[in-house]
């Protein structure tokens, strides 16, 4: 590793250790992850250009991202989403499909054919893994309207991954579709192993580990989580749907026969890594890609960036604003809408394809990447705005992270 390249780490790490002291010193009213994203922007190329993501440091922040997308998928009670929970997660999620294919075909109409599709799955998304971080530290997590957040979330997340296999990828739609069907029975396949009772005594023999240096169960965690990944690469899925599945999984084996004080400090020990150390630098790097440059080259993509949050909460929004209608109280309800409507990591990827496909111009992949950095900046800070009016002890207290 260069010299450069270890003072651009550095920074990174550096950045990630201030954004929450400045939380702390603004009493947490507003989540650490907007300082990363913030304090990433100013450290990277199109500001300060103390650290570029490339090489080692954007290794380390998809490392962040794939344990963050691990630690979504840990919390994620199947149990807890089957019956109306899901049905609801999944009707919003389809109206929202439909309503991005409005905008698609209204950009179709307008001569902007290619970006089109593009445009119609960004705007179908949701930002679980960003969520995830705010809604702890806020302890909305905790409350009932967590469960609908997560469902929510999970499939504004995942929903969008298998549009774009099916939609964006280069290979044949139905070989697309028999790999996503692979890759579920494996998933399904891992799930009933990881709940076998047969296999009670390999789990038990990793969590003996626990309380040793070796820290077994951390390490087969991270090998569960890089079979999946390398997994879902390999058969050109994209990678989040690997790391999420690594946690459904790993939740189901120490759900199936350890007892609640072993999980809670196994919990205790992932988390230190994930939040602690690489999803931090996961959302910094998240900032640092910003292409501000091209967006000042060409003013008017600025205009795109409040274009794309009003359509996020169009889209999103007006779904689960009605789906969710007598489900949730007014402000639960509310805060929802605006929690479904934030949308980046999957920004990102639609709008890389976009621009290596030649679909979409790179200002325009910018200011549609700006737009949903926005959305994760303002949209939760406005939902727990909501919720403070009427769960104050949900919204204000807080849980270190």
Do not use: C
């Not at 500001?47 to 979504?72: D, E, I, Q, R, W």
């Not at 030649?358 to 919720?387: D, F, N, Y």
């Amino acid at each position: 590793m260069t010299l450069s390249s270890l003072s651009g780490l550095f920074f990174v790490v550096a950045a990630a250790a201030l954004a929450p002291m400045i939380a702390l010193g603004l009493r947490k009213r507003v989540p650490s992850v907007i300082f990363e994203i913030l304090l990433g922007i100013l450290i990277g190329p199109a500001v300060l250009a103390l650290a570029n993501p490339t090489g080692f440091v954007a290794n380390l922040g998809s490392m962040g991202l794939a344990l963050l997308m691990f630690l979504a998928g840990l919390e994620v009670d199947l149990r807890e989403m089957r019956g109306s929970t899901l049905k609801r997660a999944g009707a919003s999620w389809g109206l929202s499909v439909l309503l991005a294919g409005v905008v698609a075909g209204v950009l179709a109409l307008t001569g902007q054919g290619e970006a089109a599709l593009f445009v119609g799955i960004a705007l179908s998304t949701t930002a679980l893994g960003t969520l995830l971080p705010i809604l702890r530290e806020s302890g909305v997590f905790q409350t009932p309207l967590g469960k609908h957040v997560m469902a929510v979330g999970t499939l504004g997340e995942f929903g969008p991954i298998v549009l774009i296999a099916l939609l964006l990828g280069e290979r044949n739609a139905w070989a697309v579709a028999l790999f996503l069907l692979g890759f579920a029975a494996l998933v399904i396949g891992g799930l009933w192993l990881a709940r076998n009772r047969r296999l009670g005594w390999l789990r038990h023999t990793i969590y003996e580990g626990l309380h040793a240096t070796s820290q077994l169960p951390v390490r087969v965690t991270m090998l569960t989580i890089v079979f999946f990944v390398l997994v879902a690469d390999d058969l050109g899925i994209d990678t989040l749907l690997g790391s999420f599945a690594a946690g459904l999984i790993v939740r189901a084996a120490i759900a199936a026969d350890h007892a609640p004080a072993d999980v809670g400090i196994y919990q205790g020990k992932i988390e230190a890594v994930g939040f602690g150390v690489l999803v931090p630098v996961f959302f910094v790097v998240s900032g640092m890609q910003i292409d501000i440059r091209s967006m000042i080259e060409h003013p008017s993509s600025f205009a795109v960036i409040p274009v794309i949050v009003v359509l996020m909460v169009l889209v999103r929004g007006i779904p689960t604003h009605f789906i969710y209608r007598g489900a949730l109280p007014t402000a639960q309800r509310r805060s929802l809408v605006l929690f479904s409507a934030t949308g980046l990591p999957l920004v990102v990827v639609v709008t890389q394809l976009g621009v290596q496909q030649g679909a979409l111009q790179p200002q325009i992949a910018a200011a549609m990447v700006a737009g949903g950095l926005l959305s994760v900046v303002l949209l939760p800070l406005l939902g727990l705005r909501e919720l403070r009016q009427e769960l104050p002890a949900a919204a204000s207290s807080s849980s270190p992270r």
